[in-house]
């Protein structure tokens, strides 16, 4: 079979390229060979049984998701039993998805099935719900019949999955994952949020009423739970009560609560479900105990064999910390020499957050207005800009909410504008035109729900033992602050890959592209040779601000001067750092190494009176 699955890959490619009116280059030969590799492999894995991911971690552009569908018109020609699912992200995906490999395998092969492609929903429901009505549509009970099924990750983790996950009355022998799908699902609620929903839904359904008495009665436990918690730890367990039975909520007619569209209700009755299981706790705001929220957390994905996980940043996302069923597949490098990443300082008052501001308009207006000068500071008439910001500042109309293409983007004195917040983007190419890229601010999570990350990942319950490691005020944990850094450092990526770096020429080298970002420098500097390496990264810190000293203020110049040579007179009078006193504990820092490294820069002691020490640049080492 190999040799005829090699054939009917290649073939497929090269069917593939003619539809694009496009060549294979060397770069596509070695995404096509990662791709043949993971599908061989697991195709093996469903063979014998074996539930694990296959990765493929190249990145956005790179083209693997076109090799994907390539091998899955390979394998369903040369195995007479081969079939394929391919889940996606979005609605919207699962159509372009659709009309790729219906074009590429044939109508008679392909089917997909998402609300907006339900054969039972009329035409004009379809069109007010998505804004578009698919050329095709079917059945769900349909999908069955076919070798090649694409769906989203939202019905992959639902109730009706089999209807996809079967073909002719067996499993199907691949999965393919188009970007990480949530893992975990997280239910952040307080009581009173059980008490609004119990309340609008007596209101709503006064015929049956069962559904009301188990919210007062969680609502009660939860409340007893939390006046009665002896402790000021930061997570608690919660234990149940001998008078109270949870097991409604794993019921048929919860389901249909949890399945709700309306989030609050769907969070309050699936936190009774992960109740239920030993998959929830107490988390108090902060330190010192003030308030309560109750966390519950619960696998989302099915894993099944012969899946192959295709995710740009499965090798810094932080989750091979926890797991051991992720096998990387070998990916060719991506050059990032034409991307130059500038760290731009944020113009947030001392003391607040960029989610304080939003909730302050005296203070969320002067933020938009600087966000504004910021792009027009920084790119220019006639270029195409991608700006990504906090959902609350489109929300309240801070920044203009309804320029989200570059076919509708905000003129912007001749610049070409769209703004999108961060949670939102991934796996679209939209934007690809775009030479600017700004990022203001980071998508960040509270500790809670990283907490409920890591403990869902694991499959593990909420006991005193398993919260004990996460108790410290900081992510100090090895794996809560892989979580966190992997969260920070995957947004980073995907986000910034939807501009013109994910257009990757024939070499392997990113398109040209500038990347300002507000992020942690120390964190850019720490992972940025892993996130984009070749990458030329710059500073726009204020110089004032650089007077504040320290590792920042060294840092900072290192990262944002011109000069061939500074000398410890000028780093003093620019920095106000004392080369004198502190010179060994400032060359010793393991940021202060990498800046060096990275901008070319060396230290000459100075010999003599009158003949101070000196960074000296040597252009040739910068990396």
């Known amino acids: 079979m190999l040799k005829k699955l090699e054939d009917a890959y290649e073939a497929a490619i090269q069917e593939q390229a003619r539809l694009r009116n496009r060549k294979v280059t060397n770069f596509d030969r070695e995404i096509s060979v990662s791709i043949f590799t993971a599908g061989l492999l697991a195709y093996e894995d469903s063979e014998l049984g074996v539930a694990q991911y296959r990765v493929v971690s190249a990145p956005t552009g790179s083209g693997k998701s076109s090799y994907a569908q390539a091998f899955a018109k390979a394998l369903i020609q040369a195995h007479p039993e081969g079939s394929v699912l391919f889940l996606v992200e979005t609605i919207q995906q699962a159509e372009d998805t659709y009309r790729d490999m219906s074009a590429l395998i044939g109508r008679a092969n392909v089917a997909v099935w998402t609300s907006a492609h339900d054969r ?33 990750h939202r019905f992959y983790m639902g109730s009706r999955a089999s209807k996809a996950t079967e073909y002719r009355g067996k499993p199907r022998k691949l999965t393919f994952v188009d970007e990480k799908p949530a893992d ?7 009581t009173g949020l059980i008490k609004t929903v119990r309340d609008r839904l007596a209101e709503k359904h006064t015929s049956n009423l069962k559904h009301v008495a188990q919210l007062t009665m969680l609502h009660d436990h939860l409340e007893a739970v939390w006046q009665t918690a002896s402790g000021k730890a930061s997570f608690d367990e919660i234990l149940e009560a001998g008078n109270i039975d949870l097991t409604w909520f794993n019921s048929e007619q919860a389901n249909d609560y949890i399945a709700s569209s309306d989030d609050q209700v769907q969070s309050v009755f699936a936190f009774g479900r992960a109740l239920a299981k ?14 309560a929220r109750f966390v519950g957390y619960e696998m989302n994905m099915p894993l099944r064999p012969g899946t192959v996980l295709l995710d740009a940043t499965a090798d810094i996302d932080g989750i091979s910390l926890l797991v ?23 113009d947030v008052p001392k003391g607040y957050t960029i989610s304080k501001i939003i909730k302050e308009a005296k ?34 109309e801070y920044l203009p909410n309804d320029h989200r293409a570059f076919s509708d983007p905000l003129d912007l004195e001749g610049r070409n504008v769209c703004f999108i917040h961060w949670g939102s983007g991934i796996g679209s190419n939209r934007w690809k035109s775009a030479t600017a890229v700004f990022l203001f601010g980071e998508f960040h999570v509270p500790k809670r729900a990283m907490v409920g990350t890591a403990l869902g990942l694991k499959e593990e319950q909420a006991t005193s033992a398993t919260l004990a490691l996460f108790q410290t005020p900081n992510p100090r944990n090895r794996e809560l602050k892989g979580i966190r850094e992997g969260h920070l450092l995957r947004w980073l990526k995907q986000i910034a890959m939807r501009g013109n770096a994910r257009n990757i020429d024939a070499n ?31 500073s726009q810190r204020k110089p004032e601000t650089r007077k504040d000293g320290g590792v920042k203020g060294l840092l900072s110049l290192l990262y944002s001067t011109d000069a061939l040579e500074i000398t410890t007179v ?39 009176r009158g003949n101070p020490g000196r960074f000296v640049r040597n252009t040739s080492l910068a990396a």
């Open 184 to 190: 975990v699902s997280i239910f952040d609620i307080d």
């Open 508 to 538: 392997g080298v990113c398109g040209e592209q500038r990347l300002y970002v507000t992020a942690e420098f120390d964190r850019l500097i720490e992972h940025k040779d892993r996130v984009f390496p070749r990458a030329k990264l710059l």
């Open 363 to 396: 203070r969320a207006r002067p933020y938009a207005e600087w966000i504004m000068g910021t792009i027009r500071q920084n790119s220019s008439s006639g270029e195409n800009v991608l700006a990504v910001v906090h959902k609350g500042m489109l929300d309240h």
């Open 278 to 291: 030993g998959f929830a706790f107490l988390s108090r705001y902060d330190e010192y105990g003030k308030g």
């Open 120 to 152: 039972r929903s009329s035409p004009d429901t379809i069109r007010h719900q998505h804004g578009f009505v698919p050329e095709r549509r079917f059945s769900v009970d349909d999908l069955a019949k076919y070798p090649v099924v694409i769906a989203t």
């Open 324 to 346: 051991s069923n992720r096998k990387p597949v070998r990916v060719p490098p991506v050059d990032f020499s034409n991307l130059t990443i500038i760290h731009i300082e944020p």
């Open 570 to 608: 000028e780093l003093a009078s620019l920095t106000r750092i004392s080369f004198q006193k502190n010179k060994s504990r400032y060359l010793s820092n393991p940021l202060i190494k990498k800046a060096m490294k990275d901008t070319g820069f060396t230290f000459v002691a100075g010999k003599g």
